[in-house]
């Protein structure tokens, strides 16, 4: 069946940077839009980042503006999330997960909970001093 398996995350110092990996396998990849999603410690689900299956339309929440970057590799069913200048707020659970769509352009309105149709395990991303 459908997989999504995340790796990447790790302990790091305020100002230091990840790349977060999700190997996806079970579904034509490029056929959908794909995202990552965080669950800080004590608070609720937060969108990060998507990028859709066109590969260029991409959305991040403004906390993450100018300091994340998602890819995508369509030929190694791979998503990637570049996390530069890590914040102490950034520590949190990240989930690789796919949406139900292909292609969205409404923005934000495109990423809800409900939207998604599989995640994958998590991996933790620690930012201490």
């Known amino acids: 069946g459908v997989q999504l398996v995340d790796s990447g995350g790790g302990l790091v110092q305020p100002g230091e940077s990840l790349r977060l990996s999700c190997v996806a396998s079970g579904f034509t990849f490029s056929d959908y839009a794909v995202s990552w999603v965080r669950q800080p410690p004590g608070k609720e689900l937060e969108w990060v980042s998507a990028?859709?299956?066109?590969?260029?339309?991409?959305y991040y929440a403004d906390s993450v503006k100018g300091r994340f970057t998602i890819s995508r590799d369509n030929a190694k069913n791979t998503l990637l999330l570049q996390l530069n200048s890590l914040k102490l707020e950034d520590t949190a659970m990240y989930y690789c997960?796919?949406?139900?769509?292909?292609?969205?352009?409404?923005?934000?309105?495109?990423?809800?909970?409900?939207?998604?149709?599989?995640w994958g395990q998590g991996t933790q991303v620690t930012v201490s001093s």
């Open positions: 997960a796919r949406l139900s769509f292909g292609n969205c352009y409404s923005g934000s309105s495109c990423y809800k909970i409900e939207h998604i149709t599989y």
């Open positions: 990028i859709n299956a066109d590969g260029r339309t991409t």
